[in-house]
């Protein structure tokens, strides 16, 4: 078969999980290569190594060009993948292009590891959401095989076979309509102004969620604080273990209202922004892509203003999620009631973290289509 485009995968990895499997992720990524191309006489350009700045560079080149209808993304998920920041931003970066494009077949999981969380009905997190709602390819049994097997290379050749059934039924594919949710009842396509505008009411909204977000993490702050120093006193009238014990078990009884109220702005936030993403990118592209008018001019200078704003405000709050994160380390080892709770409170700071993710890529966007109007 002849392809359109020069077909490129996108390999997402943690460096410990190929160590640990003595580099068998990095060749299975190879072996797939050569299949593809046995198959399709078609070169598979594989970027594997993030390290080197081409891997960047033909990333974001491909990203804006609309992916071109041939580029893979394929995720080699983990246990260790979904605790790595980068991952998790890399895959929630692509969910978004691929979806404002009609191309999600374009991300392709490979379990690699067991992950028991893809099999919960409905995950709290986000990202292991992305990949459960993906038909993603199973190698936890696969992985155990000799490489040099007949069942390897056929599972091997599988998947090579599915990315060129992929790559002909991505073809011809038009971009869906860009539809925010302030559009559902309108009855008439809206047009670039309503776009913008269905967009720019959105925002708030998630910046109020991250303000409340902000408020309940405060609260839980000062809660332990006081716990803290009731720790000290207890330590100095000599209350031992037992002391410690009675105050995180009043530590966790307190802490379950607020950590619950955590937990569900930070589904909220992500969920919500998730959503939009796509839309947000499709405004964007449709600006690249038809330019600014005259008379348009002052409204897409709002829209990307206040794309920014929000975002550059949120990031405050981000780097605050990160610290709070961070300061969870010790409370986990007071009692082991307090441990459910301190692994909901890092899921949801994870959830506003990775919301970044999809706010800076908007304003990389922004900037550069900002930056051709302002050299045309």
């Not at 359109?4 to 995968?9: F, H």
């Not at 804006?64 to 929630?92: H, N, Q, Y």
């Not at 203003?305 to 380390?329: F, H, P, W, Y």
Request: glycine fraction near 6%; charge should be negative; include cysteine.
């Amino acid at each position: 078969m002849t392809i359109n485009g020069d077909p490129a995968g996108f390999w997402s990895y943690t460096h410990r999980d190929d160590e640990i499997e003595d580099g068998r992720i990095r060749r299975l990524a190879r072996k797939i290569a050569n299949e593809f191309e046995g198959i399709t006489a078609e070169e598979l350009d594989v970027f594997i190594d993030k390290k080197d700045i081409k891997w960047g560079d033909e990333w974001r080149k491909r990203i804006d060009s609309a992916l071109s209808g041939v580029m893979f993304f394929m995720p080699i998920v983990t246990p260790r993948f979904f605790k790595s920041e980068e991952c998790r931003r890399e895959i929630l970066t692509f969910a978004g292009h691929a979806k404002s494009l009609g191309l999600e077949e374009l991300l392709l999981p490979i379990l690699y590891f067991n992950v028991p969380q893809l099999k919960e009905p409905d995950p709290s997190d986000e990202v292991v959401a992305l990949v459960a709602q993906r038909q993603y390819e199973d190698w936890t049994k696969l992985r155990l095989e000799d490489e040099d097997s007949p069942e390897y290379r056929k599972a091997v050749s599988r998947l090579a076979t599915r990315l060129v059934e992929i790559l002909e039924r991505t073809a011809d594919i038009e971009p869906p309509p860009v539809i925010l949710a302030d559009d559902a009842d309108i009855d008439d396509e809206p047009g670039m102004l309503e776009l913008m505008a269905g967009a720019e009411s959105a925002l708030p909204s998630w910046a109020d969620v991250v303000e409340q977000f902000g408020d309940t993490a405060s609260k839980i702050g000062e809660r332990l604080v006081l716990a803290d120093a009731e720790v000290k006193a207890s330590d100095a009238r000599g209350g031992g273990f037992a002391g410690r014990l009675r105050i995180a078990h009043a530590l966790a009884e307190d802490l379950k209202e607020p950590v619950d109220k955590m937990g569900q702005l930070g589904h909220q936030y992500s969920a919500d922004l998730l959503a939009v993403d796509p839309g947000i990118l499709g405004i964007i592209r449709l600006i690249e892509a038809e330019g600014i008018s005259e008379e348009n001019e002052a409204q897409t200078a709002e829209f990307f203003n206040t794309v920014k704003t929000t975002a550059d405000q949120i990031r405050g709050m981000v780097q605050s999620a990160r610290e709070t994160s961070e300061s969870l380390n010790g409370i986990s080892s007071l009692s082991k009631s307090m441990r459910p709770l301190v692994r909901k409170m890092r899921a949801s700071l994870q959830q506003i973290v990775d919301g970044q993710a999809v706010l800076d890529e908007w304003e990389r966007r922004i900037d550069e289509v900002s930056g051709m109007s302002e050299g045309a």
